[in-house]
């Protein structure tokens, strides 16, 4: 089975900071790699497909690269509404593995 | 507008089966390339894929619970069932269902349930 991991696993960011995470594929998935936002209490929605194509209604200043093991989704100015655990996916084989997710803390 | 609800017990008791509905609407599960997922998530924990059912009847289990696992679908009724044998507190967890849109290859879960917390516990 494919092994997806994050890092870091948390970090304190300020409004207006721009900022990456990084998954990394224990194996080659293509580009088969989604990335969600989850706040506490809700379920998670997607915001990145495709490694790197935009979720309809997920704001511009999201953006996700990467191909084969090594992935990054950068949100370039962080708003209030931003601070959230993100998890990312593949998609390209089953068992279908999240990554462990990664806490954007307010510093 | 696609929606999706979980729904099924909030306690079990362990070594008890488990069985959860997920209803949906806005889709249906007989258009091609169609599924629905499982995923799971422990208290303060990540994310853990389950189950997932497509329009064809395939249907995909995580290898370390496929022996815990079914999963189903009642296209009629807009639902699909999964089941989880032999529930231990390990299990305790928020499970959610998910849409996989139809795609000309592999998809993502675009659009989730709000979740259903469930407890194990004697």
């Known amino acids: 089975a494919i092994r997806m991991t994050q890092s870091p696993s948390s970090f304190s960011a300020s409004t207006g900071d721009r900022v990456t995470i990084t998954c990394r594929a224990s194996?080659?998935?293509?580009?088969?790699l989604a990335w969600y936002q989850q706040k506490p209490g809700k379920a998670p929605k997607l915001l990145i497909y495709a490694a790197s194509t935009l979720q309809s209604g997920v704001p511009s200043r999201f953006s996700g690269s990467g191909s084969g093991t090594d992935f990054t989704l950068t949100i370039s100015c962080l708003q209030s509404e931003d601070f959230a655990t993100y998890y990312c996916q593949q998609y390209y084989s089953y068992p279908r593995a999240f990554g462990q997710g990664t806490k954007v803390e307010i510093k | 507008q696609i929606t999706l609800k979980e729904s099924g017990p909030t306690l079990v008791k362990p070594t008890q089966t488990l069985t959860l509905t997920c209803t949906f609407s806005?889709?249906?599960?007989?258009?091609?390339?169609?599924?629905v997922g499982w995923i799971r998530q422990p208290p303060g924990k990540a994310l853990e894929w389950l189950a997932l059912?497509?329009?064809?009847?395939?249907?995909r289990y995580s290898p370390s619970l496929k022996s815990r696992l079914t999963i189903t679908k009642d296209t009629s009724k807009n639902q699909v069932v999964l089941t989880m044998t032999n529930m231990d507190p390990v299990d305790t967890a928020t499970y959610y269902c998910?849409?996989?849109?139809?795609?000309?290859?592999?998809?993502?879960?675009?659009?989730w349930g709000q979740g259903t917390m469930v407890t194990v516990s004697s």
């Open positions: 059912i497509y329009w064809n009847d395939d249907k």
């Open positions: 194996q080659g998935i293509s580009s088969y």
């Open positions: 998910a849409h996989s849109p139809s795609s000309t290859g592999p998809s993502a879960f675009d659009i």
């Open positions: 806005g889709f249906s599960l007989s258009t091609s390339g169609v599924g």
